[in-house]
């Protein structure tokens, strides 16, 4: 039988959850990325990741990228956390940042709206996400869509788009 892993690599916790919820399914083991040695790569055929975005970069996706070669004949998926992921656009736009090497354009990817909590965001992650905020509140209003709306509201009052439904295809993947 095939083995498998979850590595993943989340700031806070929604990521990690939904890393979870697939170890559960295939009962396969669940790793953060810092914990994962890159040796053990050898010990396993399919490799799910799951990264948390941050200003358009998939957190720790460096695990993947800096050892495609070695990844070779494995079966590799993707999965992304978010809060703008749910579209064709921003999706395409996190491809196009992220795929970006020889070797990553095949790799299938999923995308899992992710959670906020203002209240825990500090330091450099909660200026960047001020100056989205001022970005936002900047448009024209003719400019604004209703998912700017839905994305203003979510970050300055917190939001939970976590559901345990869009690990549904992940593990299809592997049944
Ligand atoms: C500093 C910062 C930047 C973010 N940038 C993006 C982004 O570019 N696109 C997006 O969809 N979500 C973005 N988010 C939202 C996170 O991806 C979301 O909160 C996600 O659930 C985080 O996963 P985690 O709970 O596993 O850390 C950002 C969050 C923070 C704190």
């Keep these: 039988m095939d083995k498998t892993i979850v590595v993943y690599k989340s700031k806070h916790g929604s990521t990690e959850k939904y890393a979870r919820w ?69 999706r395409m736009q996190l491809r196009e940042i992220n795929f970006n ?9 999923y995308y899992c709206p992710g959670s906020y909590d203002p209240s825990s965001v500090k330091g450099i992650d909660a200026a960047i996400m001020k100056m989205m905020i001022n970005m936002l509140e900047k448009k024209k209003p003719e400019e604004v869509t209703e ?10 009052e917190g939001i939970d788009l976590t559901d345990r439904k ?10």
């Design 147 to 156: 998912d700017d709306r839905r994305l203003l509201e979510g970050v300055t």
């Design 101 to 109: 090497k020889k070797g990553l354009n095949k790799l299938t990817c």
């Design 22 to 90: 697939i170890g559960e399914e295939l009962d396969c083991p669940v790793v953060s990325e810092k914990d994962f040695q890159r040796k053990n790569f050898s010990l396993y055929d399919n490799i799910i990741f799951g990264g948390c975005v941050h200003a358009g970069g998939i957190m720790g996706f460096d695990l993947i990228k800096k050892n495609i070669r070695h990844l070779e004949g494995k079966k590799i998926v993707i999965f992304v956390v978010g809060l703008n992921v749910m579209h064709q656009d921003t």
């Design 166 to 175: 869009y690990i549904e295809p992940i593990v299809a993947e592997f049944r």
